[in-house]
């Protein structure tokens, strides 16, 4: 059974850090075929889930615009875990965030929710001007 566990939400002021993680179980039989995809999307209330950052199993990454620069994906294979460092964060990256995987490669630059089936139940970021 796959399990995916996100934690390090909180509520920052703008400007601030904060690491997201989120640990990833029983999904290594599938990873073990060689292609997978893992993400972050977030969802603030009263609008849709929307992507954030995707990285696959070559170590491409994808950003959504709106982060470039400022949010960091990446991945331990070792720990199963995957993570997302937001640094310069600001009131509009408000939003309950949650980890995705899928052993499907989401078309280059696509950020759509559609192509994970695999999720977490979230955790929460509150930034303050």
């Known amino acids: 059974q796959v399990q995916l566990v996100e934690s390090g939400g909180g509520s920052v002021e703008a400007g601030g850090s904060l690491r997201l993680s989120c640990v990833v179980t029983?999904?290594?039989?599938?990873?073990?075929?060689?292609?997978?995809?893992m993400a972050w999307f977030r969802q603030a209330p009263g609008k849709e889930r929307e992507g954030v950052a995707t990285i696959d199993s070559d170590g491409t990454t994808n950003y959504d615009n709106s982060v470039k620069g400022r949010f960091t994906i990446s991945q331990d294979n070792a720990e199963k875990t995957l993570y997302l460092v937001m640094n310069n964060l600001k009131p509009e990256d408000t939003a309950k965030y949650y980890c995705?995987?899928?052993?499907?490669?989401?078309?280059?630059?696509?950020?759509?929710?559609?192509?994970?089936?695999?999720w977490g139940q979230g955790t929460q970021v509150t930034v303050s001007s």
């Open positions: 995705a995987a899928d052993t499907r490669i989401p078309p280059r630059g696509s950020l759509a929710p559609g192509y994970f089936g695999y």
């Open positions: 029983g999904f290594t039989a599938s990873r073990s075929a060689g292609r997978y995809c």
